[in-house]
Structure formats: C-alpha cells, structure tokens
C-alpha cells in the first residue's frame, strides 16, 4: 500500500458569532472573514479545517449568529467538497447546542464535538469516552494520512477523577496507539500557562486546580496541537508545535495591535508538522486616541477634531475608537467634551477611560521626557525615591549607598 499524501490543516479558532462591541455589531467583520477564509481553503487546497472553540459569542447566540454558521458551512461544501471540518466547543459555547445539528450531518464531512464525550465505566459511573474522539484526517488521495483527537472545552464536571493533565494523557496514550505510524493532532480550548490574555476579551481558564503547563499536558507523540482560547495568535513552548490560532479580529480594544492569522499545518507521516501563518485582513480600523496611553482632556479634543475620515464610508465600515484622558482631579464635562467632539466623525466608540495621574506617574513622566545625555543617575534615583515615598528625598545614607554602587558599576564597565 502507497503512503498516504500529506495532508494541509487549516487551524483557526475564536470566531465569537454574534458578537457585539460596546453595542456594536460585528456582522459585516464575520462576513468578511467568512468570505476570506473561504477563499483561503480553496487556495491553498486544505484538507482540514479545524476550528478549535468559541464559535459562538455567547451560550444561547442570536439566530443570525447561527445561521451565518450554516450558510458558511454550505458555501464550503460547495467550493470544497472534498474538505472535512471538525468544529469543537469552547467555554462561550453551549456543548450542547454544538452537538446539536450533529445527527444530521456526515461526520465524515462535519463533525461537532461540543462536550467531551462519555461512556460507562466498569463497576458503574462513566468516563471519558477516548474513541469518541477520535477523527481520521484524510488527504486528498482518500487515505487517512493523520488522526485528529478533538477534544473540546472541559468543564469540572466533564473531568470525573482526571484533572487536566490525566485528561490529555490518557487521550494521548489512546491516540498515540490509534495513529501508530501517522501524524497525531490533538485539540483543546483551554489556558495554558504562559499563554499571552488579552485584557478585556479573555479570562484565565483554570480547570481542576492551577493552569497547567504545556509539557504537563502533551509530549513529543502529538504532531502539533491546535489550541482555541486566547485571542493573540502565539506558539506556546512545549515538546512539540503548540499554537493559539487567535481570534480573526480584535474583539477588544486592547487588541488592536495584535496580528490576526490562520495557522496553516502541513502534515506527512515520518517529517515534522511545518507550520505558517497567513495574516487575516483586517477589514475595519481599530483607533486609539492618544495611540498609547493618556493624554489632557485639551489635547484629546484637538486630537479628534483632528481626525480626517471619508465621511461616506458605510456605518459598518466606521473604524472603532477607544479614547484615553489623563486625569488628575475631577472633570466633570470630560464625557460631553469627548462626545461632542466626536459628533460629527465616522467613527464608532468603544469606551472613554478615565486614567488618573499619580506623583509617581509625573515623576516617572519627566525622566522619561528629559534628554539622555542631560540625565544623571543620582538626579533619575532621587526622582523616583521622591515618587514612591510622598516628595521625600533620599536619605544621606541612602544616597551615599547609591553613589557607591554607582562608582562600583562604573569601575566595572571600565574592567570590561
């Protein structure tokens, strides 16, 4: 028997149908997405696509939110029919509701797995149902060329006697014998320790006790694990490729800045997983007023008056705002003022935050305005020891200390 042909997976996650920023919808962004990655499949000839949680925003998502699902997976199996999509649930997901339209599709084609699937134990009870999980990849020639264990967003009660790390070993031990020769992928929506959170989108997900670590959960078997959950799309060390696909759009503004991609997987039996990512278009702006952190209410005003936008650009297409005033006492007019000088601009705000500036802010604030070349190291020190300890100067003992260390470190440098 010939070995199978590689095999291309398309690993992506977080997509959050039917969400909302700020009372904003996010329907034309989905589409845009949808429509591109559509083309992407197409493009790259993928095998897999593999959707690793949160599909849905919310546990009981709008009608809307689930009907662009469908229509998207209709549209795939007419561009690309020969493409098996496996969608696992995430802790936004309702395990239930993703199961749901189960019975109703091929699940050589589709296959939902929204809770992790249980059978009877022996002596009585249940237990993680590891077969169940179980999801043949095949390449373009047919052939299974690589096994996929799909294991979705475990709640406690999912678990029995495992915690996490029991959980993925005994899943991978099953998977490992099931592949034999061929590339395993294993699955999760969950935080791993050391996985970048975005402030405002995402919350550390601690299952049976604290996070775990990466080497706790796989090992060298996997090929690649593909992991759904954090919203910055990174590789997490580990003993074999562990990837957070990301979100396709920034779902807070304190994601603004990240870089939004797919992650693209080729698989052969015998080689190592190679792994790129192509960057999503990002099909609305995300602004920031000042681009990084505060700045006085005055020059907050002038610098929106100052934005220049066509105004006929569609609402949907508005770029997002988040606005930024550094405060010292009360501003009683701040919001009127910002609202007002908004008015008139197409954009669509996400929220004003009120930073309050502290003696230790300024102090930090004018070291770090001064010329370089104009510092000294005795004047930055006392600076920073009058911030922390309400004005007051350092002591002459303290200061002598100081002066000490800094003839010790310039001797040093000279040593060198």
């Given at each position: 028997m010939t070995a199978p042909a590689p095999l291309t997976l398309v690993h992506t996650s977080d997509w959050h149908l039917g969400h909302e920023l700020s009372g904003h919808a996010r329907e034309a962004e989905h589409d845009a997405f949808l429509s591109w990655l559509l083309d992407q499949l197409e493009e790259l000839k993928a095998d897999v696509l593999l959707v690793a949680g949160d599909i849905y925003d919310v546990a009981n998502p709008p009608v809307s939110a689930m009907r662009r699902l469908y229509a998207f997976l209709a549209a795939v199996s007419r561009q690309c029919p020969a493409l098996q999509t496996v969608i696992v649930g995430g802790n936004h997901d309702s395990a239930a509701r993703i199961d749901l339209p189960a019975p109703l599709l091929d699940p050589a084609r589709v296959r939902f797995v929204g809770q992790l699937p249980r059978t009877a134990a022996e002596g009585g009870g249940t237990e993680p149902d590891l077969e169940a999980l179980m999801v043949p990849l095949r390449g373009n020639d047919g052939q299974t060329a690589a096994w996929l264990a799909a294991v979705p967003f475990c709640r406690p009660g999912d678990l029995g006697a495992h915690d996490l790390s029991s959980l993925y070993k005994c899943v991978a031990d099953h998977a490992a014998v099931r592949a034999g020769d061929l590339p395993l992928v294993l699955s999760g929506h969950l935080h791993v320790a050391g996985g970048a959170v975005s402030e405002l989108s995402e919350r550390r997900i601690v299952v049976g006790g604290e996070e775990a670590q990466a080497t706790s959960l796989f090992d060298e078997r996997a090929a690649y694990v593909a992991l759904g959950h954090l919203h910055r799309a990174q590789t997490i060390s580990g003993l074999c490729p562990i990837r957070y696909s990301g979100s396709p759009f920034p779902l807070s503004a304190t994601e603004r800045n990240y870089?939004?991609?797919?992650?693209?997987?080729?698989?052969?039996?015998?080689?190592?997983?190679?792994?790129?990512?192509?960057?999503?278009?990002?099909?609305?702006?995300?602004?920031?007023?000042?681009?990084?952190?505060?700045?006085?209410?005055?020059?907050?005003?002038?610098?929106?008056?100052?934005?220049?936008?066509?105004?006929?650009?569609?609402?949907?297409?508005?770029?997002?705002?988040?606005?930024?005033?550094?405060?010292?006492?009360?501003?009683?007019?701040?919001?009127?003022?910002?609202?007002?000088?908004?008015?008139?601009?197409?954009?669509?705000?996400?929220?004003?935050?009120?930073?309050?500036?502290?003696?230790?802010?300024?102090?930090?604030?004018?070291?770090?305005?001064?010329?370089?070349?104009?510092?000294?190291?005795?004047?930055?020190?006392?600076?920073?020891?009058?911030?922390?300890?309400?004005?007051?100067?350092?002591?002459?003992?303290?200061?002598a200390a100081f002066a000490r260390l800094l003839v010790e470190v310039n001797t040093a440098g000279e040593q060198a």
């Amino acid at each position: 028997m010939t070995a199978p042909a590689p095999l291309t997976l398309v690993h992506t996650s977080d997509w959050h149908l039917g969400h909302e920023l700020s009372g904003h919808a996010r329907e034309a962004e989905h589409d845009a997405f949808l429509s591109w990655l559509l083309d992407q499949l197409e493009e790259l000839k993928a095998d897999v696509l593999l959707v690793a949680g949160d599909i849905y925003d919310v546990a009981n998502p709008p009608v809307s939110a689930m009907r662009r699902l469908y229509a998207f997976l209709a549209a795939v199996s007419r561009q690309c029919p020969a493409l098996q999509t496996v969608i696992v649930g995430g802790n936004h997901d309702s395990a239930a509701r993703i199961d749901l339209p189960a019975p109703l599709l091929d699940p050589a084609r589709v296959r939902f797995v929204g809770q992790l699937p249980r059978t009877a134990a022996e002596g009585g009870g249940t237990e993680p149902d590891l077969e169940a999980l179980m999801v043949p990849l095949r390449g373009n020639d047919g052939q299974t060329a690589a096994w996929l264990a799909a294991v979705p967003f475990c709640r406690p009660g999912d678990l029995g006697a495992h915690d996490l790390s029991s959980l993925y070993k005994c899943v991978a031990d099953h998977a490992a014998v099931r592949a034999g020769d061929l590339p395993l992928v294993l699955s999760g929506h969950l935080h791993v320790a050391g996985g970048a959170v975005s402030e405002l989108s995402e919350r550390r997900i601690v299952v049976g006790g604290e996070e775990a670590q990466a080497t706790s959960l796989f090992d060298e078997r996997a090929a690649y694990v593909a992991l759904g959950h954090l919203h910055r799309a990174q590789t997490i060390s580990g003993l074999c490729p562990i990837r957070y696909s990301g979100s396709p759009f920034p779902l807070s503004a304190t994601e603004r800045n990240y870089r939004h991609s797919i992650s693209v997987v080729e698989l052969a039996a015998g080689k190592p997983a190679q792994v790129r990512e192509v960057a999503i278009p990002r099909p609305v702006i995300f602004m920031a007023v000042p681009p990084e952190g505060a700045a006085p209410l005055d020059e907050v005003v002038t610098a929106i008056e100052a934005i220049d936008l066509d105004p006929a650009l569609p609402r949907e297409q508005h770029p997002f705002i988040e606005v930024t005033v550094e405060v010292d006492g009360p501003e009683p007019h701040l919001q009127a003022r910002v609202l007002a000088a908004l008015a008139d601009k197409p954009v669509r705000l996400t929220r004003i935050v009120r930073r309050t500036v502290t003696k230790e802010d300024l102090a930090a604030k004018a070291v770090t305005e001064a010329d370089l070349g104009e510092l000294k190291p005795e004047d930055v020190f006392a600076a920073l020891h009058a911030a922390r300890y309400a004005g007051s100067p350092p002591s002459d003992d303290l200061a002598a200390a100081f002066a000490r260390l800094l003839v010790e470190v310039n001797t040093a440098g000279e040593q060198a």
